[in-house]
């Protein structure tokens, strides 16, 4: 195509709202637990945050263009999540930080949220626990490159993320049968699903175990 | 005990009553009709807010300024440790242990397992009490400089949070030297240790400690005798000795009223009353008094350090029991009785007898029980950790009732809570 | 070969190690009866009978079990009386031992003065959980209080404010630190989930709050 083509354009005006969005994103630090400390510490002297134009953290999600979910949810603290997060203006990301944000982490249990991509969309998964704070910028990074991804002009893109459907405000991100999937207790632990010795208590169960 | 009076050079503010106690704020400024008053209003502190510390939500009745009511919720972040626990062994619960108070890992890893070692009857070697008590003065210090950084910064002075946590990337390269990893520590095992002291780790300690004081004392220059912070700070949050004994606070706060308890003096555990140190107690039970309790605590951990890294003894780290310690690499390789005793070890775990134990240490933000009760198993029937920043919190109410809203945000750091051990 | 056959008799021995015999009551019956110390012979000398039994438990701590009924009188007397003087409540808590048995109220006391460390416990039968509050003696048993109703059901008489504390206000599944309590929970993730987001505005607010709003003359609205 020529100069003078107007997708040139676009790909410039894309270029140029891309570089500005991923430079200066203004994160929302959703910090609860452990991993909060960490994100503090990706803020301080030492991980510099603000080389990325992040130092501003923007504790009103008015404010924000970055949710970064350092910690663990539980499902008490998780309708104040997803209130922040719908409050949150377009353009807005998320980074799932640490294990527990992301899958629930070590916390299988009554009261937390097995991962908030259960209750709102995530774009960036950081694991760890705590990830390190060259874990969490590596994940900013991540999103950085994803953010040079994007067209001004790609109407799928904004259907699937930027235009918000007001029926769905409040309500979790994945359908239900999604949630049980994923939330399943999974491998082949031979002790943590088995109470303290009221009960007995082997650890080998296998079929072809013998019987005394 | 004796005590030392220590002389600071510090201004105090006016606003001492006749007989030099702290005098409430009224509720209405003077001048004010009292009569005259708007509506009583709402305000919802949190729980996702920059000053909270974390996931604690505050609701605040308000008229005007003045704070008439305050109600903390939490429970924000309970992550039912209390009911994993009794799904793991003895020696699973210590990764749990760290995500509790995250700030001051090595503290919760060594009250845990001391409380196992009290209930299993183990007594553990002496370079693992003294190198224990390293660990913990190490955290002490590493939590109080936590609490200082944001502290200031919830003030409204920002550079002390960065000189703080560019000396707590230090510890963080300390903790990473030793364990692995920067904050959960899982250092200790039922026994012992997780591994032998490197090479060089002890030097690596020593060498913080001859060179924390002079960051110490930057920061308090900043602090100590500014007369925002002392405005901020004094009188601000009072609370006398018998209301603090009443509401059940421990550690500095306690302390800061006047109170002279902590675990380490009254029931002393791993040799405490061989060490030579202070404990600070406060006069007023302010704000600032918390502040200096704390700064002080901070130089007097630096005294322990030093003696405990001058007396570690050689010998074993871990002790000799083949109920709860794993047999060296070698032996498990090489005989068949060794290798047995490692497979029973690590899938059956470690049998507690029954019986129980509530063995408490002297965390940074208070009196830390840890509670087990054992049934004969590999797995506790109840481990009940009994957080200080938890009871600290409920008398939150008492001490903001009549201050302004802005004093809230103040006494809530003071009060050094972590939510993490608050909703467990 | 021979050393798979050693390898195997192992094996068979780990087989047949005891198991934990589920029959006993493990808690209650354990731990010595040492050498009462003074507080506990004075706590036999002024109640009687309401004083159980006594045992030397860990490393020398001592547990004193109590009649429920009598717990906020012998708790009280603790705290006031001349040579007692337990000015620190510790903790508070409950232990459930499962399998039908009595849940167990814990007292952790310390006094300064005399230097004394003592376990109170007092058993409650599942079908009567309910104990009196000990909030008159110490205000900081409130939020310990709470905690050990949220957690097992146990209701404190006389406390100022019972509620959940660290579970939300209107939880359905239960008491979760009871042992009949299934560690995921009662109901599946995505009820929880749904259930979590279908909070209202006002679950968020106790009465006592609510009423500030109201007071004003306004409806209660959304903050």
Redesign the interface.
């Given at each position: 195509m020529g100069v003078g083509a107007p997708e040139w354009v676009t790909t410039q005006l894309d270029f140029v709202v891309n570089w500005a969005r991923r430079n200066s994103l203004w994160p929302m630090p959703f910090g609860t637990a452990c991993c909060a400390i960490e994100m503090m510490a990706s803020a301080a002297s030492k991980y510099d945050l603000a080389r990325f134009g992040m130092e501003r953290m923007s504790f009103s999600p008015r404010q924000a263009d970055l949710l970064i979910c350092a910690g663990r949810v539980s499902y008490k603290m998780a309708p104040v999540l997803r209130k922040i997060w719908d409050q949150m203006p377009q353009p807005k990301w998320s980074i799932s930080m640490g294990a527990c944000a992301s899958s629930g982490g070590v916390f299988d249990a009554y009261s937390m949220v097995q991962g908030i991509d259960t209750i709102m969309p995530v774009d960036v998964y950081v694991p760890g626990c705590p990830p390190r704070p060259e874990g969490l910028i590596h994940g900013i990074l991540m999103l950085h490159e994803k953010i040079k991804g994007e067209s001004v002009t790609d109407r799928e893109l904004h259907r699937r993320l930027r235009a918000e459907d007001p029926e769905t405000v409040g309500l979790p991100a994945l359908p239900a049968r999604s949630i049980d999937e994923l939330a399943k207790p999974f491998g082949n632990s031979t002790t943590q699903n088995r109470p303290s010795g009221l009960v007995p208590d082997r650890a080998l169960e296998r079929p072809r175990d013998r019987k005394p | 005990m004796s005590t030392r009076t220590v002389e600071y050079e510090i201004s105090r503010a006016p606003e001492l009553g006749i007989d030099g106690r702290p005098v409430r704020v009224p509720a209405f400024p003077p001048g004010v009709d009292p009569e005259m008053h708007g509506e009583r209003m709402l305000i919802n502190v949190g729980p996702q807010h920059p000053a909270t510390h974390g996931v604690l939500r505050l609701v605040l009745e308000l008229d005007g300024e003045t704070v008439i009511r305050c109600i903390p919720h939490i429970g924000y972040l309970h992550s039912s440790f209390e009911k994993l626990g009794e799904y793991r062994t003895w020696n699973q619960i210590v990764p749990l242990t760290d995500r509790m108070d995250y700030l001051a890992p090595y503290i919760y890893n060594c009250a845990y397992v001391m409380a196992v070692e009290n209930l299993m009857g183990i007594e553990v070697t002496e370079r693992c009490k003294v190198f224990r008590v390293i660990l913990m003065e190490l955290d002490r210090i590493f939590s109080h400089l936590l609490w200082l950084g944001t502290t200031a910064i919830d003030i409204g002075a920002f550079t002390p949070f960065l000189y703080t946590f560019q000396e707590r990337e230090r510890i963080y390269t300390l903790h990473e030297e030793y364990t692995g990893a920067r904050i959960t520590t899982s250092a200790t095992r039922v026994g012992g240790m997780m591994a032998e002291i490197p090479e060089g780790h002890l030097d690596n300690i020593r060498h913080f400690v001859d060179t924390f004081p002079k960051t110490l004392d930057e920061v308090e220059t900043l602090l100590h005798n500014n007369q925002i912070w002392i405005a901020r700070n004094q009188n601000v949050g009072a609370m006398g000795a018998e209301a603090a004994i009443d509401a059940g606070l421990t550690g500095p706060n306690l302390r800061a009223s006047g109170v002279d308890y902590d675990v380490r003096k009254d029931r002393p555990y791993y040799d405490y009353e061989t060490y030579d140190f202070e404990v600070p107690i406060g006069e007023h039970g302010d704000c600032y008094d918390r502040y200096m309790c704390r700064m002080e605590e901070m130089r007097q951990s630096l005294s322990i350090l030093l003696q405990a890294l001058d007396r570690i003894p050689d010998g074993p780290m871990n002790v000799d029991d083949p109920r709860v310690i794993l047999p060296s690499k070698t032996a498990a390789m090489n005989d068949m009785e060794s290798m047995i005793h490692h497979f029973k070890v690590v899938m059956e775990g470690v049998d507690a007898p029954v019986g129980e134990s509530w063995t408490s240490v002297e965390s940074s933000k208070g009196e830390l029980g840890m509670y087990v009760v054992s049934d004969g198993g590999s797995k506790p029937v109840r481990w009940r950790v009994r957080g200080p920043s938890f009871v600290n919190l409920s008398a939150l109410p008492a001490m903001v009732e009549g201050h302004l809203l802005s004093d809230v945000i103040a006494v809530n750091a003071s009060l050094d809570i972590v939510l993490g051990e608050i909703d467990r | 070969m021979a050393?798979d056959k050693?390898?195997d008799d192992?094996l068979?021995?780990?087989?047949?190690?005891p198991?934990?015999e589920?029959a006993e009551t493990?808690?209650p019956e354990?731990?010595a009866a040492g050498e009462q110390p003074p507080s506990v012979l004075a706590l036999r000398a002024e109640f009687g009978d309401a004083v159980h039994r006594h045992e030397v438990?860990?490393?020398g701590?001592h547990?004193v079990f109590i009649d429920a009924s009598r717990a906020r009188d012998i708790l009280g007397w603790l705290r006031r009386t001349e040579g007692q003087e337990f000015?620190?409540?510790?903790?508070l808590?409950a232990?459930?031992?499962?399998?039908g048995r009595p849940l167990q109220v814990?007292y952790?006391l310390y006094s300064?003065r005399t230097?004394a460390?003592l376990?109170l416990k007092a058993e409650l039968p599942l079908e009567e959980l309910e104990i009196a509050s000990v909030v008159p003696i110490?205000?900081?048993?409130?939020?310990?209080e709470r905690?050990v109703y949220d957690?097992y059901g146990i209701t404190f008489r006389g406390h100022p404010d019972l509620r959940?504390?660290?579970?939300?206000e209107n939880y359905a599944?239960g008491h979760?630190?009871r042992?009949d309590?299934?560690?995921?929970?009662r109901f599946?993730?995505?009820?929880?989930?749904?259930?979590?987001?279908?909070?209202a505005v006002e679950d968020f607010?106790?009465p006592?709050?609510l009423d500030?709003?109201s007071?004003?003359g306004a409806p209660p609205e959304a903050?």
């Open positions: - | - | 050393d050693r390898f192992a068979d021995e780990l087989e047949q190690r198991v934990a589920g493990p808690g354990a731990g438990q860990g490393k701590e547990v000015e620190f409540l510790l903790d808590t232990v459930d031992y499962g399998g814990v952790q300064q230097g460390m376990r110490w205000s900081g048993a409130d939020w310990l905690e957690m959940r504390i660290l579970m939300p599944e979760p630190l042992k309590f299934p560690l995921r929970g599946t993730r995505a009820e929880q989930t749904r259930r979590a987001l279908a909070m607010y106790i006592s709050e500030v709003v007071r004003r903050s």
